[in-house]
Nanobody, 120 residues
Framework: EVQLVESGGGLVQPGGSLRLSCAAS????????MSWVRQAPRKGPEWVST????????YYADSVKGRFTMSRDSAKNTLYLQMNSLKPEDSAVYYC?????????????RGQGTQVTVSS
């Protein structure tokens, strides 16, 4: 059974940082494309970033490029999203997903999400 469990969200001031984690199980970690997708209230889902299976190449939405960094630790079966220079518009529920493609919000599985709120 595929399980994706996100953590690390919270309330942070503008300009602050957070690191999200996604603990994965039920599949061969690193063999499937993984992504972060976010959804703000009253808005549709937004693709944030993707890490390719295999070589681990990363891709980012223009809205987060240069501020967010996606990585993975295969020894821990964990995906990360380091978020720096956070802005109020980054506030959303962040979901870890598998099976998607670069730039798209569709996925095969996702976690329960973790709330990120950027506010002073």
């Amino acid at each position: 059974e595929v399980q994706l469990v996100e953590s690390g969200g919270g309330l942070v001031q503008p300009g602050g940082s957070l690191r999200l984690s996604c603990a994965a199980s039920g599949f061969i970690f690193g063999s499937i494309v993984m992504s972060w997708v976010r959804q703000a209230p009253r808005k549709g889902p937004e693709w944030v970033s993707t890490i390719n299976n295999g070589d681990g190449s990363t891709y980012y939405a223009d809205s987060v490029k240069g501020r967010f960094t996606m990585s993975r630790d295969s020894a821990k079966n964990t995906l990360y999203l380091q978020m720096n220079s956070l802005k109020p518009e980054d506030s959303a529920v962040y979901y870890c997903t598998i099976g998607g493609v670069i730039g798209a919000t569709e996925y095969d599985y996702r976690g329960q999400g973790t709330q990120v709120t950027v506010s002073s």
